[in-house]
């Protein structure tokens, strides 16, 4: 199982990014999805999380800003942020915890990470 987090970059303050992360793999379903982020020298923190249903759930520094949102059949998450600031600079990462073929085992995984830089 692999996911591909993609769309990172620099922007200036009050541009907006999408960034997308897909998942491949002996994959025989998918739970929930989620973006961290690590900023510099900080704590990896929570940005966003969407359910197989559709659910979504985003921290409160990004509510009004972020948007979460998934193409199940292509197994693909995607986090567009608009409105950025320089506080938003981080490693963002994608998360899925899902179930694997053959023996239906849950797992959590995570893909490498996308930087995304903004200037002021």
């Known amino acids: 199982v692999q996911l591909q987090a993609s769309g990172g970059g620099l922007v200036q303050t009050g541009g907006s990014l999408r960034l997308s992360c897909a998942a491949s793999g002996s994959i025989y379903s998918i739970d929930d999805m989620r973006w961290y982020r690590q900023p510099p020298g900080k704590q990896r923190e929570l940005v966003a999380r969407?359910?197989?249903?559709?659910?979504?759930n985003y921290a409160e520094f990004v509510k009004g800003r972020f948007t979460i949102s998934q193409d199940n059949a292509k197994r693909t998450v995607f986090l567009q942020m608009n409105s950025l600031t320089p506080d938003d600079t981080a490693v963002y990462y994608c998360?899925?915890?899902?179930?694997?073929?053959?023996?239906?085992?849950?797992?959590?995984?995570w893909g490498q990470g996308t930087q995304v830089t903004v200037s002021s």
């Open positions: 969407i359910s197989r249903t559709g659910s979504t």
């Open positions: 998360y899925a915890q899902l179930q694997v073929q053959v023996t239906f085992r849950s797992g959590n995984y």
